[in-house]
Structure formats: C-alpha cells, structure tokens
C-alpha cells in the first residue's frame, strides 16, 4: 500500500463508492435468493483495468463489504473474498489493454470476456460456494446454483456494459500519431 499513488488512493475511494451504490441501489433480482445481476461489475472492469489488480481487489472488496453492511447487516466474508479476486484478476488483465492510449480492438473484448470468464470460476465457482460451505455451513446444492448464477451474471456484465465503458473510454483517449497538422 507503501507504494500506491495518490491518484490510485483516490480511486479505489471512487471506484468503492461506485462499486456500493450502484450495487446497492442498482441490482436486477434472477429469481434465485439472495443472488441478482450486479451491475457494478461494469464500473469494475473499468477501474480494475486503469488502475490494476490492488486496486481491482481493494474496490470490490470494499465495495462488497459496504453492500453487505448496509444490506443485511453483516458482511457475507465468502463472497467479498469473491468479489475482490474478480476485481484483482480483472486487474491484472487490464494491464494488458491500451486503453490509456485509446486502442481496444475486438481481440482486446475477446480477452476482457474471457479472462473474466475464467475470473467468474475462480471467484463465484470455487472461492464463494467453499467458503460458504466451511464458514456458514450452507447447503452444498444451494452455493453452487447460486454461484454459477451470480458468476454468470457478474461475467455477462462485463462482457455487455464492461466492455462498453472499457471502449468509449478508449474511444476518449487521443492516442499517438493521431493528431495531425491542418
């Protein structure tokens, strides 16, 4: 943390702010408990790729937290931990996009969707419904269904309106060489 920039502090406040209100405010229920279409995953992908995995971890795993809190009254420790590694990887992945320099090609989406794909495994496939079922005793049956949903859905977020934000941000950087003389 010794070696975050300012300009990263302040964003992972924004993004975490973002992350709790649209996810507070702003969800679509999928008819299976407590499991809805989480639109805040979009603003993740976004401020995962320009500021990176740390910060990628840090604002949904506050953000989540924050939700948690003020939803239900205690954190859901399970799938913050979720939550945040699908920020984190979602991260690292952006590293590989140029958005910065206004480039994000199709191969660019194509590695957004499927990275995020992958992410949804690790995160709402594995870490979540193991650790419902060792932290909170759920029913095995139950964390799956609602993991491969969620995951689903939070992957479907980001391949419709993540990577929607990632290109007009994109679209919004001037890039080199593309400035000419009149």
Do not use: C, H
């Not at 005793?137 to 419709?160: K, S």
């Amino acid at each position: 943390m010794k070696n975050l920039s300012i300009k990263t502090v302040v964003a992972i406040g924004i993004g975490a702010a973002l992350f709790f209100l649209i996810g507070r405010f702003v969800s679509i229920p999928t008819g299976i408990p407590n499991t809805n279409i989480q639109l805040q995953y979009a603003v993740l992908a976004l401020f995962a790729a320009l500021y990176g995995p740390l910060a990628g971890f840090l604002i949904a795993f506050l953000g989540s937290t924050l939700i948690d809190v003020t939803a239900f009254g205690n954190p859901w420790w399970s799938w913050i931990l979720a939550a945040g590694v699908f920020g984190l990887i979602l991260g690292f992945v952006g590293k590989k996009l140029r958005i910065e320099s206004g480039i994000y090609t199709k191969k660019d989406i194509a590695l957004t969707i499927v990275s995020s794909l992958i992410a949804v495994i690790i995160a709402w496939g594995i870490l979540a419904p193991i650790g419902d079922i060792i932290i909170y005793q759920q029913p095995t049956e139950l964390v799956f269904v609602q993991g491969l949903v969620a995951g689903l859905a939070n992957a479907a977020t980001v391949a419709i309106a993540g990577t929607a934000l990632l290109a007009v941000y994109a679209k919004s950087r001037v890039g080199s060489g593309t400035l000419t003389k009149d």
